[in-house]
C-alpha cells in the first residue's frame, strides 16, 4: 500500500490531520524536552549530533543557507548550529506550532537576546508549515528535519516541496525513527508500545500523544519505502543510516543537479540574509 501520511485517530482528510498535530504539539510543548529526555534516556543528543556532523561540510561554509524544518523545541537546530562558524549565515528554523517554536527560539534564538556576542551562530524562528514553505525556489544548500516527517499528512508532497527549495546538488537529511527487526525490535516494541505511553501520560497527564506516537512509527514507511519515494521525487544518491540498532536512523539525499526549478515568491528570503 502506498504511505500517504500522517493519521491522528478520528481525522479524514489531511487538513484535520494537520490540524490535529499542530494542537497535538501546542498542548505538550512545555513537557516536551523533558519527556524526550526521559523516554530516550537521553540517546536522541547523540541522534541530533550524528545528523548534524553528517552535514559537517554544509555546515562549516558561512554562507550556506539552511533550513531546520519541524524544529520544535530546537535540539537539532541546536546541533547544527555547533557546527557553524561564527558570523555565518543564520539557520533558518521553522515549525507549524507556535508553542514548540517560542520555546526552541529561546534556545536558538538571535544571541544578544541572550547577553551574547552579536556573530554567535544562531537561527531565524519561522512560523511555518511544511507542505507550503514560504521560501522560493532553489534556494536552499540543506533541509534537516528531525522527528517530523513522520507526523506530515502528505509524505510526498512533504519531500517534493523539501526538493523544490532545496538548489541543485542541495542536501537533504530526515533523522525519524524506525522499527528495528529481530529480538532487539521485539523488546523495543513492548516498551515503545506499553512502557513508554505509561511514563509519557505520567510526566504529561494526557494519553493520547503517547499512543499517537508508536502507532505513527508502526504506520511510517520501511526504510526501503522511504528510499523509493525520495527517489521518485528526484533525489539521487538516497541512503538511510540505521542508529542505535536502527530504532531511528537517518534518510539522506541529493537534489540532481540538472533538475529544473520554477519561480516562487520569496517571502523569507530576506530571513536567511547574513545578519
Ligand atoms: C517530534 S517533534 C520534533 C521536534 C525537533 N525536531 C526534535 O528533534 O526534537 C515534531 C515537530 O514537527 C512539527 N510539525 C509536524 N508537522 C508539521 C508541519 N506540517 N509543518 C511544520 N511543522 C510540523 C510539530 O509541530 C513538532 O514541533
Known amino acids: 500500500m502506498p504511505a500517504t501520511g500522517a493519521k491522528p485517530a ?13 494542537q497535538m504539539f501546542d498542548s505538550i510543548a512545555g513537557r516536551y524536552d523533558l519527556l524526550n529526555h526521559v523516554l530516550s534516556a537521553n540517546v536522541d543528543r547523540m541522534w541530533w ?11 562549516a561554509d558561512p554562507e550556506a543557507s539552511i533550513l531546520d524544518i519541524c524544529c520544535g523545541t530546537g535540539d537539532m537546530t541546536l546541533a547544527l ?34 547577553g551574547q ?3 554567535l551562530p544562531h537561527a531565524v524562528a519561522v512560523e511555518a508549515d ?9 534556494s536552499l544548500d540543506l533541509v534537516t528535519t528531525a522527528f517530523g516527517f513522520r507526523n506530515l499528512a502528505n509524505y510526498e508532497a512533504g519531500l517534493r516541496e523539501f526538493h523544490r527549495v532545496l538548489k541543485p546538488g542541495g542536501r537533504l537529511g530526515i533523522l525519524e525513527f524506525s522499527e528495528p527487526g529481530g529480538l532487539i525490535g521485539k ?29 505513527s512509527v508502526g504506520s511510517f514507511p520501511p526504510p526501503a519505502q522511504m ?4 527517489r521518485a ?14 530504532i531511528a536512523g537517518l534518510y539522506t539525499g541529493t537534489r540532481g543537479a540538472a533538475d529544473g526549478a520554477g519561480a516562487a515568491p520569496a517571502m523569507l528570503q530576506t530571513a536567511l540574509a547574513r545578519h
Open 117 to 119: 556576542s552579536k556573530d
Open 49 to 59: 549530533w550524528r545528523a548534524a556532523r553528517s552535514f559537517r561540510a554544509i555546515l
Open 130 to 138: 511544511a507542505l507550503h514553505l514560504p521560501l522560493r525556489d532553489s
Open 81 to 114: 548550529l555547533k557546527r557553524r562558524p561564527r558570523g555565518s549565515r543564520p539557520i533558518l528554523a521553522a515549525d507549524f506550532s507556535r508553542e514548540m517554536l517560542r520555546r526552541g527560539a529561546r534556545k536558538f534564538g538571535p544571541p544578544e537576546l541572550r
Open 227 to 230: 528510499l523509493e519515494m525520495m
Open 10 to 22: 478520528g481525522v479524514t482528510d489531511e487538513a484535520q490531520a494537520a490540524e490535529a498535530v499542530r
Open 233 to 246: 521525487v528526484g533525489f539521487t544518491d538516497c541512503r538511510w543510516q540505521p542508529y542505535t540498532f536502527g
Open 187 to 215: 523488546a523495543y516494541a513492548v516498551y515503545f508500545r506499553r512502557v513508554l505511553p505509561a511514563i509519557g501520560r505520567a510526566i504529561c497527564g494526557k494519553d493520547y500523544p503517547y499512543t499517537y506516537l508508536p502507532a
